[in-house]
């Protein structure tokens, strides 16, 4: 019985362009040389009759094996899993741009057999997904929490049907609202009202966006609009503070009958 210790070796290059100029900033050189072996449990290898061979042979090898490199600049993350094969390992390869500014990864081909390569920007590391649930609805809101000054502020919305029967549904339009304290637009949506024949799993999809034009930290918010099941208004979440003493009888139910997020901090640089 053994198990194999695997030296793994991953030498690349990456050329830091400035997005503007598309000059060379600096060149990033790495090897990563080393990988850590994770204490998951043990797997048989498939028999191998060693015959003449000098290759050392083990019966059981690490299930999975995790590593990675960094710098100022770039972390590159591999893991590896072993195939249904017993025999090879599947590498999946995470390289992390940790600046502002656009990489481009230069690998001898050897390398970038069979590599997925995943390309994250800031903006990307800073991306957050927050949902909240009512009834049988789920609101999900994904949304950066870190942007620029002078950008564009890109949001998206997904309300699900998690229910187990076809239903009737009746909502506004467009049925997720945003609202975004750091930009001076405002939405004027009109309460259009939509019927459908709703089945389980099915979801809407709203994207939206702003232009920043204030720093600091600015708030995000998010609401369906009014939800009715079978002609009878569905027991929202998260209203409490858009409820007013005027609101009585049948707007009160309506503001009641949203699915409303907590605001989401974004902060602007």
């Known amino acids: ?24 900033l600096n060149t ?17 290898t498939t028999h191998i009759e060693k015959g003449n061979s000098e290759e050392i042979i083990v019966e059981k090898v690490p299930s999975q094996l995790k590593g990675y490199i960094e710098d100022e600049v770039l972390k590159v993350s591999i893991l590896a899993e072993i195939d249904a094969d017993k025999m090879n390992y599947k590498t999946n390869n995470v390289f992390s741009n940790k600046t502002d500014k656009s ?40 949304t950066p929490t870190v942007i620029k000054y002078g950008g564009t502020l890109q949001v998206k919305g997904v309300l699900k049907y998690i229910g187990n029967e076809t239903i009737k549904f009746s909502h506004g339009g ?6 975004f304290t ?41 609401r369906t609009t009014t939800l009715d099941v079978n002609d009878a208004l569905i027991e929202g979440v998260g209203n409490e503070t858009y409820l007013t003493e005027k609101m009585v009888g049948r707007n009160l139910e309506f503001e009641k009958s949203r699915l409303s997020m907590f605001p989401i901090e974004i902060r602007v640089n």
């Open 1 to 24: 019985m053994g198990v194999i210790i695997v030296i793994v070796s991953l030498t690349g290059c990456t050329s830091l362009q400035d997005n503007n100029k598309g000059s060379d």
């Open 28 to 44: 990033y050189e790495g090897t990563l040389t080393r990988v850590k072996v994770t204490k998951e449990e043990l797997i048989d």
């Open 103 to 142: 990489l481009d990864l230069v690998f001898d081909d050897n390398i970038t057999k069979d590599l997925q390569i995943q390309l994250q920007t800031e903006e990307a590391r800073n991306m957050v997904t927050r949902s909240v649930k009512a009834s049988d609805f789920v609101l999900e809101v994904t």
């Open 174 to 179: 467009p049925i997720i609202r945003f609202s």
């Open 182 to 222: 750091g930009s001076n637009e405002s939405c004027a949506y009109k309460d259009i009202g939509y019927v459908t024949e709703l089945v389980p799993g099915q979801m809407f999809e709203v994207v939206d966006e702003f232009k920043v034009i204030k720093t600091g930290k600015q708030k995000l918010t998010v």
